[in-house]
């Protein structure tokens, strides 16, 4: 056996090295009444990675960056998730769900057949910063009950391994065994927040037909797999190609990582704003729907 079969999967030979696909820098834009963001998926760059629609980083110690924040808007046929990182964020929503996140906390809601929901920064100045993710819903789920789910900071596990990374554990279960708090999500996401002391390697199974991406949120990342090494600095994306194990070192100062990854549903994406069905039908009936009030 060489060197080269060695890197490239595990002893049994049953894992392999997803390789970097592409590594993005966002497109700064702004959404909602005027907050200022940039955008990473749902640009364009990058219109989607099956089944993420969209992913925004926000980050600003400017109150006029996000005090206008996102009122009323409906959505249908998705789910929202954001993570915060710091300050706060109040949702309430037209199911009845409400709620007031921290950094280090989760909302994860189900848009489903349809729901009118406010995403409010809730503090007048500070520092507010975090991660609006989109995942797709199948077509057979798109219509589903509304559903909201939020979890704080101290519900969220945190795993420290061996090699001194520590794993917060968001969505989905670790090849170490802890599960984070949201679960019964369709398509299987594993949501994990990572900090890594300086030179430290961390490798993670994902499952093959998974999309799986890393935002480097602090440091530099050195991702590994057979024959190449590349190097994702601080708020960069990088997308993973076809594999079933991730793997990467942290750089001379450490680094701080989301790394997301969630099943394809390899479906016809039709979507108009907050909407995302699989036709364009389907699209003019939640307008109508919308505009109707059946939200
Ligand atoms: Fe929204």
Not at 19 to 24: C, S, T, V
Not at 37 to 54: A, H, K, N, V, W
Not at 81 to 92: E, P
Not at 108 to 122: C, F, L, N, V, Y
Request: proline residues 5%.
């Amino acid at each position: 056996m060489n060197d080269m079969v060695r890197e490239c999967a595990d002893v049994n030979h049953e894992l392999i090295d997803r390789p970097i696909d592409r590594i993005l820098d966002g497109q700064p834009t702004s959404d909602g009444a005027g907050v200022r963001l940039t955008r990473y998926i749902g640009s364009q760059l990058l219109s989607e990675l099956d089944p993420f629609l969209l992913l925004d980083f926000f980050e600003s110690d400017n109150p006029d960056d996000y005090i206008a924040g996102f009122p009323s808007h409906p959505h249908r046929g998705f789910e929202t998730v954001t993570y915060l990182l710091a300050g706060k964020m109040r949702h309430g929503d037209s199911a009845g769900h409400s709620g007031v996140i921290e950094a280090g906390g989760i909302q994860w809601m189900t848009a489903g057949r349809g729901i009118i929901h406010s995403e409010m920064p809730e503090q007048e100045n500070g520092r507010l910063a975090g991660f609006q993710l989109w995942v797709n819903l199948p077509s057979q789920k798109k219509l589903c009950e509304p559903a909201y789910h939020e979890y704080h900071k101290e519900e969220i596990p945190v795993e420290s391994r061996l090699s001194g990374a520590e794993v917060r554990v968001i969505a989905g279960m670790t090849s170490e065994g802890t599960k984070g708090p949201v679960s019964d999500v369709v398509t299987s996401p594993l949501y994990l927040d990572i900090d890594l002391p300086a030179n430290t390697g961390f490798e993670e199974a994902t499952p093959q037909g998974h999309s799986c991406f890393v935002f480097v949120i602090d440091g530099a990342l050195e991702v590994l797999d057979c024959d190449s090494r590349e190097t994702v600095g601080a708020r960069q994306l990088a997308v993973f190609g076809v594999g079933s194990r991730v793997r990467m070192n942290a750089g001379a100062t450490g680094a701080r990582l989301l790394l997301v990854c969630a099943q394809a549903l390899h479906e016809p994406v039709a979507r108009y704003g907050p909407f995302v069905m699989n036709t364009r039908e389907e699209i003019e009936q939640a307008v109508e729907d919308f505009n109707s009030g059946q939200f």
